[in-house]
């Protein structure tokens, strides 16, 4: 990944960071958005490896125009973009017959995994240049809901592989790839300190494992080199076979 430029959103979070964490040790310049900008921890760590790091706020939510603010701070910081891993994440858990349902939240988990992703993909592809690379973050759970409560949060998912399968015949004729990586429950997740919660995880994979944020990271490592040129438009489940 070396001479790479990438942009990772959300890296404050566990999958996030080691998403930054394998780029740079791989080569890559990297910006990253965090919710805190003045936290030094991870940016600092990053340096380490000797590669050129920028912070930048985390846009929440649906914001068309931060977004856009966003990718012309990363340009301006970096000169160019070449990797764009949009890491947005909401999940609310409410039964769609549940009477005290919180709309609410559900207009969160909306505003952010759907709207707040399209925005961001959107500007995007204006600063990623030809023959680039942007991978999106999802849920297998976009495929099987195997559990009550996340239908609305699996049609979140859903609808942004098919936004992503749609985007690359966009993006195609600059060289530009666009994937989706559905990542199944991952050891940081919240909840998965709950013994209950991370045993009932860990059943329904074909593996009987958590993934690790670095198993998520390697395959973004994949499709952000060179030697995914020709992958575009899919979408990868990286969940130690929950759709086996």
């Known amino acids: 990944m070396a001479g790479a430029v990438a942009l990772v959103t ?15 040790r791989s080569g890559a310049d990297v910006a990253i958005t965090l919710a805190d900008v003045a936290s030094t921890e991870l940016p600092d760590a990053l340096r380490a490896y000797g590669v ?9 939510g649906y914001d068309n125009v931060r977004s856009a603010q966003l990718f012309r701070s990363v340009a301006a910081a970096h000169g160019r973009l070449s990797v764009f891993v949009c890491n947005q994440h909401c999940r609310v858990q409410w039964q769609i017959d549940d009477a005290d349902m919180d709309e609410d ?3 969160e988990q909306y505003a952010v995994n759907v709207r707040g992703a399209i925005a961001l993909i959107k500007a995007a592809a204006l600063v990623v240049e030809p023959g680039g690379r942007i991978i999106a973050l999802g849920s297998s759970l976009a495929n099987r809901v195997g559990t009550p409560g996340l239908a609305h949060y699996s049609a979140t998912q859903a609808a942004m592989a098919a936004y992503c399968r749609g985007a690359s015949h966009d993006l195609g004729p600059r060289e530009i790839t666009i994937n989706v990586l559905q990542l199944g429950a991952m050891e940081t997740d919240p909840g998965m ?25 390697n395959a973004v490592l994949f499709l952000a080199g060179p030697k995914s040129s020709f992958i575009t438009g899919s979408i990868i489940n990286v969940d130690g076979g929950y759709n086996a």
């Open 10 to 24: 959300n890296a404050d979070f566990g999958v996030g960071g080691a998403i930054a964490h394998l780029l740079a």
């Open 52 to 60: 050129k790091v920028s912070v930048h706020a985390t846009v929440v």
């Open 105 to 107: 939240a559900l207009e």
């Open 193 to 217: 300190e709950d013994h209950e919660t991370a045993e009932a995880e860990r059943g329904v994979t074909a593996l009987k494992r958590l993934g690790s944020p670095e198993e998520a990271a």
